[in-house]
């Protein structure tokens, strides 16, 4: 099975993007981290063969609400982009992605920015990947 959210990590890591699967010491902003959301992958016997489909989180910090928001538009725009351009990767190929719910800003408390609680947005997304 593959990993999905190594895959997506991977991929916007190729596209010059600050994504994480665990946020490292003294990260800087903007940064990305993308994790598993809502259970397992799914590669049941519905799915074609070798295809894997997981629900990630993405979560998006900024140093203002408008970087944060921005950044969270250029990792989905990449995403959306991730089928047509097929990039090469060990780990398998994004064959669709498609978002969840809307995104919704939810300022962090424990990463303030001038003592106010740090800009972040989260997404929840659908990728399924072949591998």
Known sequence: MIDVAALVVN???LEQQPAFAELPANVGRPCIRVE???GPPDASSLMPNRLTRQDLQLTVWGSSKAEAFDQLDIV???LHLAPRLDPVQDAGVI???EPIA???YSPDRD???EGRPGPRYEQTIR?????
């Open 11 to 13: 991929y916007l890591r």
């Open 102 to 104: 809307g995104a919704f």
């Open 36 to 38: 598993e959301a809502g």
């Open 95 to 97: 064959v669709k992605f």
């Open 76 to 78: 989905l725009t990449l």
């Open 127 to 131: 990728v399924t990947a072949h591998g």
């Open 111 to 113: 990463w303030p920015i």
